[in-house]
């Protein structure tokens, strides 16, 4: 069987445009630009899934009401990994993945070089 590397993909402000911020924790916005086309090719190639913060129960419909034509399921609470191909899953948790396609994002290569990214966004944001 050939291996097929899985990718994570965070749902708010990278598939859901999130231009409230958290708001009322309701899912309430469009998609972000091009989130249909590229999703419909990334899975052609890898298996994917969406983590989220947010109610599993309400990214799924709005998922499926978004993209049609992709195939979007919950992911167990007790599933280890996720390797169904074709099919996006959703969850709330972090599971293994070749990548994590995040928003808010910081690359780690080292805590010498990660500290004053941070320190960067609390001054960006007025917290430091």
Same mark, same amino acid.
């Given at each position: ?13 990278? #598939? ?5 911020? @958290? ?8 998609? $972000? ?28 419909? @709005? $998922? ?6 992709? $195939? #979007? ?7 280890? $990994? @996720? ?17 994590? #396609?995040?928003?808010r994002a910081i690359k780690f290569d080292s ?18």
């Amino acid at each position: 069987m050939k291996y097929i590397p899985t990718l994570a993909i965070d749902f708010d402000g990278v #598939i859901h445009k999130y231009s409230k911020g @958290w708001h009322d924790g309701t899912v309430y916005d469009e998609p $972000m630009p091009n989130a249909a086309f590229y999703l419909h090719n990334l899975i052609a190639r890898y298996n994917i899934f969406i983590f989220t913060a947010r109610s599993v129960d309400q990214v799924i419909p @709005w $998922m499926v009401k978004h993209f049609p034509g992709l $195939m #979007i399921t919950q992911i167990p609470q007790n599933a280890r $990994m @996720w390797q169904d191909k074709g099919v996006i899953g959703v969850t709330d948790r972090k599971l293994p993945a070749i990548a994590y #396609i995040d928003d808010r994002a910081i690359k780690f290569d080292s805590w010498s070089s990660v500290v004053p990214q941070i320190e960067a966004l609390g001054r960006k944001s007025g917290v430091v």
